[in-house]
């Protein structure tokens, strides 16, 4: 007795909960509209999530983190192929850390065009 009123508590209290919010995850999952993003809009996007609490709003830095947008450059030459490069892999000196891991390869590239573009925007 002791052990089937055990089994229904557990079913009811552990079983249940788990298999509606499976069932809700999978519906939602279904109903989710893919929008397709340009990659000048998800440069944007990405920069604003993972970039701008540090290089700050339109790349003009912070005190956390050196302005991307006045043309002058730590590292190299501000080229898109050396803009990527930090963005995965960090600066040589380690103060920002490479992303190359936590990031699509096209989030990199969308993030370096759109790194690109403020310097250009600038003027
Ligand atoms: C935690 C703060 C922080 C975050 C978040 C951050 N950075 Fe940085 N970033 C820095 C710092 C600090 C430096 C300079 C490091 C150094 O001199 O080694 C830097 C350097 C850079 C440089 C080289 C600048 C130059 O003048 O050569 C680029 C490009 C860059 N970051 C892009 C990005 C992008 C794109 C993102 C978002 C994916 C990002 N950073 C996120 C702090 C940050």
Redesign the pocket.
Known sequence: MKVIKKTIIFGILILFPISIGIISIVAIKKNTLEIPISQHENGRL??AI??L???GVNGKGTR???A?NDG?????DGSIPV?AS??TNG???G??KG?GNKLRKEDIYA?SEF?YGLGAERD
Do not use: A, F
Not at 72 to 76: D, K, L, V
């Open positions: 990405q920069y993972r970039c609490s540090c290089h956390k983190g050196p991307l002058i450059w730590i590292y190299g803009i930090i963005i600066t040589p000196t103060q920002m992303w993030l790194v």
